[in-house]
């Protein structure tokens, strides 16, 4: 196989492959800026990834680290630090490095979670004071939330951190007591923490001098001397063990006996206790107060858009390789047929394609809202953000994270079947990329808990709608919110007035609008699904938190159907800023027709569509496919993805699929000899006659 077929492929686009992933990047000097560093990454043998499928996670996880160290070496090399304040990984190159290297730094959680949170919840002279030995890596530190006993439910966390006056515990200005009461209090899962940092961001429950439990806070702990890196007094800490990816990453447990740390080690940007022991908070603004969640919020943001680059890794190497591999013959018998050519496969991995550049776009629209938000609570120090747009976003973001995390890991799953028997090798790529991905769905709020807090929020708007005439209150309260689009079709409804869809033709399902207000409805009809529900429940006698499980499964198509319809207005609002790419508009299309497709129960349930149109939606899908058929090589191409970045024998640029995989197959350890390892076992079968039939006695029968 010499890869002609790929050639050919590229040969049938109707666009020109560079310039889009120009768009991708954000613009040309990027593109030539990642490909400068990517060049420093692939020509330096610390970060081979070619051993990786051989390699022990002992291996692997030591190597990482090693990568981790030479990334910042490079870094300081190349001036990838910011001007003002020295620091790597706020710079504009540093996850562009990141995707670079591609592989998994068990450091990632220092700049994931510990530092944006030193930066959102400590006080002017705490940031002056860590963000210094954060910047020159004396401080690696991990977000430490997540309990054994609980999770998700942070109300329930068990590990106290009680204030200890200065004449009890000899530390000037006084201390608290950080303690692990019980087993289920135990610190677990919190990547960073088994064997990398030296700090933790605790998250414990502050109780003050009087002994009055404040709820949760945020504490920084030390776990490990900065000299040697051993456990310090009282701490206990260690990696989890195997997970089924994502294995460079020691996720840990840690508990800790009465540990002391100073008074000034609590997060004091919004509350405080003083050298007595009283406790206090700063006023602020409402939104201001949960600027707490901004760094989880970040967390989500950064899984949104990551899922839109996972998920385009996996389409890259199943559409190159189903443009390669042949099964089947024409009807004349002669020519074998590419498996990209049958709409089964168009229709896994074109809808595939379709949804990693709208989880892109998507993901760099709520990134630069996020931006925007933390600017004007941070920086600015105002209140010019609500406590509704602060609401709404945390419901978009977490609609978004639980939605575009699903579908990328059972996406990509999708993908390697797609591939065949040659997708279940790690040398096709795709395994290690599932499983490392696979975590996603869990982390940051699980994918089936994250919908309650969705449609907490959303229910508010259907409340106002019915208990008030002042709709014009209403429009203003959510002007700049992203659940103002349920404003009309509510009202549509509670009104009884039912709105249809008048597409009569297969063109007319090709018009993006049409197929918004058709996700706009559908939306707001699944909110009042679950509003309803739950007032039925109660009604019937049925406490309020019985009505509320009753109605979760409800709740999650609602919060399904309020993440359609924002991926789909994100395309759409992005398609109008720039008209240089047609087919970015056919994907846009593709999306919003396979999702009414897929779910077209519902669409028939709220007698919005009729039997009649779901069938005009699935001929204009088929020619969906039809139309992006002579771009998709093309389309995969332009997320630039390097040979050594996909790890892929099935996916690589050249096409050379077979002897990729035959290279794979000579470098297995099993192989090194040409009498494997385990043959002194089988010895005793040839030799030694264990397995020959003693009882040769002659058969009855």
């Known amino acids: 196989m010499n890869g002609i077929d790929l050639v050919n492929e590229r040969k049938k686009a109707t666009f ?63 001036n990838i630090e910011c001007k003002d304040t020295g620091e790597v990984v706020t710079h504009e190159d540093f996850y562009l490095i990141l995707r670079c290297i591609s592989d998994d730094l068990p450091t990632a959680l220092h700049w994931i979670m510990f530092v944006p949170n030193i930066i959102s919840l400590m006080d002017k002279d705490q940031r002056s004071y860590w963000l210094g030995l954060c910047r020159d890596w004396k401080v690696i530190g991990c977000y430490a939330q997540t309990e054994l006993g609980h999770g998700s439910n942070i109300r329930a966390l068990e590990t106290t951190a009680t204030f200890i006056p200065e004449d009890k515990c000899g530390l000037k200005g006084g201390a608290f007591d950080i303690n692990s009461p019980t087993i289920t209090s135990t610190k677990f899962w919190p990547g960073t923490l088994g064997r ?215 996406g990509i799953e999708d993908a390697r079947k797609s591939c065949g028997g040659h997708g279940f090798l790690q040398a096709s790529g795709i395994p290690e990329l599932s499983l490392t991905y696979l975590q996603n769905p869990t982390v940051e709020g699980d994918n089936y808990m994250l919908p309650q807090h969705v449609v907490k929020v959303l229910l508010k708007l259907p409340q106002q709608l019915l208990s008030t005439k002042d709709i014009e209150t209403i429009r203003i309260q959510y002007k700049t919110c992203d659940s103002y ?41 699944s909110l009042l699904e679950v509003y309803n529900s739950i007032k039925e429940y109660v009604l019937k006698g049925s406490s309020q938190e019985e009505a509320w499980n009753q109605s979760l499964i409800l709740m999650y198509n609602a919060s399904k159907a309020h993440s359609l319809y924002l991926l789909i207005r994100n395309f759409y609002l992005f398609l109008q800023q720039q008209q240089d790419f047609p087919v970015l508009q056919d994907l846009c299309i593709l999306f919003a027709l396979f999702f009414i497709e897929k779910d077209y129960g519902d669409f028939l349930l709220h007698q919005y569509f009729t039997s009649d149109q779901i069938l005009l939606v699935r001929k204009a899908l088929l020619l969906m496919f039809k139309k992006l058929r002579p771009n998709v090589v093309a389309l995969v191409d332009a997320w630039d993805f390097s040979d050594f970045q996909l790890k892929s024998a099935l996916g690589n640029y050249s096409g050379n ?26 010895l005793k079968l040839y030799k030694g006659n264990v397995g020959v039939w003693k009882n040769k006695q002659t058969s009855k029968l």
Do not use: W
Not at 384 to 404: E, I, N, R, Y
Not at 491 to 520: G, M, N, W
């Open 485 to 525: 689009y349920l404003i009309d079709p509510l009202i549509s409804i509670i009104k009884k007035r039912q709105l249809k869809c008048h597409a009569s033709s297969v063109e007319d399902f090709f018009h993006i609008p049409t197929l918004l207000e058709a996700y706009a409805q559908r939306s707001a009809q």
């Open 196 to 410: 990398t940092a030296n700090h933790a961001m605790v998250i414990a429950r502050l109780i003050d001098g009087k002994g009055t439990d404040h709820g949760i806070h945020n504490f920084i702990v030390p776990l490990r001397c900065m000299d040697t890196h051993k456990l310090l007094k009282g701490v206990r800490t260690g990696d989890i063990g195997p997970k089924i990816g994502y294995n460079n990453m020691d996720n840990g447990f840690a508990s800790f006996n009465h540990v002391l740390i100073p008074r000034r080690n609590m997060a004091m940007g919004f509350a405080s206790v003083d050298e007595h022991g009283r406790y206090s908070k700063k006023k602020v603004s409402e939104a201001t107060s949960k600027i707490s969640y901004l760094t989880m919020m970040h967390v989500r943001v950064l899984i949104i858009s990551d899922s839109g680059t996972n998920l385009a890794k996996a389409c890259t190497i199943a559409i190159r390789y189903s443009a390669q591999r042949r099964q089947g013959y024409s009807s004349n018998g002669e020519k074998e047929l590419q498996i990209i050519d049958y709409t089964q496969q168009q229709y896994r991995l074109f809808s595939l394609l379709a949804c990693a550049y709208t989880f892109h776009i998507t993901g760099k629209a709520v990134q630069h809202y996020l931006n925007s938000i933390h600017t004007r609570l941070v920086s600015s120090g105002n209140s010019q953000v609500t406590k509704t747009q602060m609401q709404d976003f945390h419901a978009s973001s977490s609609a978004l994270k639980s939605f575009c995390s699903t579908i990328t890991a059972n």
């Open 16 to 78: 020109n492959t560079r310039l889009l992933t120009y768009l991708l990047d954000d613009g040309k000097d990027r593109t030539e800026r990642r490909h400068y560093l990517q060049n420093i990454i692939e020509s330096d043998a610390v970060f081979d990834n070619s051993q990786n499928a051989y390699m022990h996670r002992r291996e692997r996880h030591v190597r990482s680290l090693a990568k981790h160290v030479r990334m910042i070496e490079l870094c300081r090399e190349n």
């Open 657 to 682: 699929v077979y002897p990729k995989i035959m290279e794979s197959a000579f470098k297995e350890p099993l192989n090194e000899k040409d009498v494997g390892p385990g043959y002194e076992h089988l």
